[in-house]
């Protein structure tokens, strides 16, 4: 029993399960902040170019 106990503690998959996830919410939250960005930026563009025309 206590060899079972002492591998479940000593055991990390969960832990890096955790983690793969976090960074992949990260980089989730860079794409959304860059596309609006650009987005935002072409919009701004397009109005230009239709007001110009």
Avoid: P, W
């Amino acid at each position: 029993m206590k060899v079972l106990i002492n591998k479940f503690l000593k055991d990390e998959d969960g832990a890096t399960a955790i983690e793969y996830g976090l960074i992949a919410a990260l980089i989730a939250v860079a794409i959304i902040t860059a596309v609006r960005a650009v987005g935002t930026e072409l919009s701004n563009t397009f109005s230009t170019v239709a007001s110009n025309l």
